[in-house]
């Protein structure tokens, strides 16, 4: 990871809670030059001491919620490029590279991860039915033929800021793909390897918690397009 008294090329904003278990390989596949930003989110296993004993910067979100988490990592952010990845080991954050690359050549203004499971059970199947069933609901919305609206992601820290974000769920990732695209911008998508999750997951490892993702993103899609920017941070999600 970058040496501190440095600017980073490229920050790495890591969600964590309670992942201490992953975090030393993750920590260990940011790619040189680059800084991991691994926002606490509560976490009780040590997970916030052990990225800070491994390098990664750490900041505490005390507000639950994936996109508390994600957005406070942005907002601590000072590199022009900033992705995001999960903290959970299932995505590799040197897939990430050919993200940044398109994002600095202009080929793109978000690239996102498509997911392609390596082993039996890495995408458990009413995860994936649920990510079907949002593609195609964004698809209705945006006109974006995309096939998944996985976490793996990589943009512009500045224009990212000016989208004016205000889902603190598991909203926040697809708001931020509407957002995108009602402002034009040129989103990609590429195919990244998805592993067995390390631990247990919070919230796509139940139908329960599936259906409550489902839940929050259908509010984002809900969102006229003129509107959504007039959303208040604290509106209830």
Not at 45 to 74: K, M, N, Q, W, Y
Not at 170 to 186: H, I, K
Request: proline residues 8%.
């Amino acid at each position: 990871m970058t040496n501190p008294s440095r600017a980073p090329l490229v920050d790495v904003v890591l969600p964590c809670l309670n992942e201490a278990e992953a975090l030393p390989w993750v920590l260990s596949r940011i790619p040189p030059g680059w800084r991991a930003v691994v926002v606490d989110n509560g976490s009780t296993d040590g997970s916030a001491d052990i990225a800070r004993g491994l390098g990664a910067t750490v900041v505490d979100e005390p507000r639950r919620g994936f996109g508390a988490a994600c957005h406070a990592g942005l907002a601590s952010a000072t590199a022009d490029v900033v992705c995001f990845c999960d903290c959970d080991a299932s995505l590799d954050p040197t897939s990430l590279l050919p993200f940044v690359e398109a994002v600095r050549s202009g080929d793109a203004d978000l690239v996102l991860g498509r997911r392609r499971p390596r082993a039996r059970g890495a995408w458990p199947v009413h995860a994936r039915v649920g990510n079907l069933v949002l593609a195609r609901l964004l698809r209705r919305r945006t006109g974006l033929r995309l096939h998944d609206l996985g976490p793996l992601r990589a943009a512009r820290r500045e224009p990212l800021l000016e989208l004016g974000l205000t889902d603190r769920r598991s909203g926040y990732p697809l708001q931020m793909v509407v957002r995108a695209a009602d402002e034009g911008w040129r989103i990609a998508e590429r195919d990244v390897p998805y592993l067995p999750r390390t631990g247990v997951s919070k919230v796509t490892g139940t139908w329960r918690g599936t259906w409550q993702a489902v839940r929050d993103m259908s509010r984002v899609l809900a969102e006229p397009a003129a509107s959504a920017h007039a959303v208040q941070e604290g509106s209830p999600r």
